[in-house]
């Protein structure tokens, strides 16, 4: 992998990196089976046009994939628990360092929904409101009570920040979300942000992740010595940002229990109230080892390679 500097490579790992978890849209789909090294790339949009059309010399085709375990949310007087998130995009990479995104046809961003500690009853009890008050006493059955959260994403990142890449404490770019909060009670559409009032994050690196590089052959078997595929591998990464505001809920229990969300949880919360922490992520970006020596067809060996790969 040459024709773009090592140093533009890395500094578009970590920006990729921070982050994956907190955009997370939904439960993970089914993604396909790959082999060996090529296995974290299983939903890498290796077809997209963007792709395809990658020439190896002005234009790079990569595939980054990036995941944490755990995690946290606070929004608020909220606390929340994140679980397994998983974010894949393909990235057209130029030698000027400039980049553009590709999601894959699902989106770019999958994760376990988080469950709310304590539920509806959390969230919102006990009330002196006799409509809330009245939900509460039906709170006994779990599955009344039980309150998801999911985020997704409320629009186009933004605001790419390369040099921060690098460093630690200082933004990479801007990600606006929301939150789904979903319970019986609150409906199918309880946001905490929308696409027009979205969550601001700005994500930076806490703690510098630990770089490796592996070589592998088209199929995903390591080659250390001629592999046609490189893959850097960062890891150990954890990210943050307590610098975002939060707006108020909307669309809970068709409007009408917006404000019995927001009292309790302490919304809308102003910046420096509310903090996200993804740990230990770890990240993949995966291209050819030598994107020069297949132009002008490196978008399609690319696919190619891909394909060869699957289980």
Wanted: hydrophobic share 35%; aromatic share 6%.
């Amino acid at each position: 992998m040459r024709s773009v500097s090592n140093r533009t490579r890395v500094g578009l790992l970590a920006a990729l990196t921070a982050f994956g978890a907190v955009l997370s849209t939904s439960s993970a789909t089914a993604a396909t089976q790959l082999n060996g090294d090529w296995a974290p790339f299983d939903r890498c949009p290796v077809d997209a046009p963007a792709m395809l059309a990658a020439d190896g010399i002005n234009t790079i085709a990569t595939c980054v994939s990036s995941g944490s375990a755990s995690g946290s949310i606070t929004l608020g007087k909220s606390h929340v628990p994140t679980g397994n998130t998983d974010l894949q995009l393909g990235v057209i990479q130029r030698p000027d360092g400039t980049t553009s995104l590709v999601a894959p046809p699902e989106g770019a961003l999958t994760a376990d929904p988080a469950e709310i500690p304590g539920g509806l009853l959390g969230l919102m009890c006990p009330s002196g409101i006799p409509v809330v008050s009245g939900i509460c006493r039906q709170l006994t059955d779990n599955n009344l009570n039980r309150v998801t959260a999911t985020i997704e994403p409320a629009g186009a990142p933004r605001d790419f920040n390369m040099a921060a890449a690098f460093s630690t404490g200082e933004p990479i770019l801007t990600i606006p979300v929301r939150i789904h909060l979903k319970n019986p009670f609150l409906g199918d559409k309880c946001y905490i942000g929308t696409t027009a009032e979205p969550v601001l994050l700005k994500p930076q690196n806490a703690t510098a992740p630990t770089l490796s590089l592996q070589r592998f052959s088209a199929d995903g078997t390591p080659n250390d010595d001629e592999g046609e595929m490189g893959r850097y591998t960062f890891d150990g990464a954890d990210q943050s940002d307590t610098a975002f505001a939060v707006p108020g809920a909307s669309g809970c229990g068709a409007g009408l229990l917006n404000w019995a969300v927001n009292l309790k949880t302490g919304l809308p919360s102003a910046s420096g109230k509310n903090s996200v922490k993804l740990n230990s992520t770890t990240t993949y970006f995966g291209s050819p080892y030598d994107p020069a020596g297949l132009a002008p067809n490196e978008g399609r060996k690319l696919s190619e390679f891909w394909h060869s790969a699957k289980r």
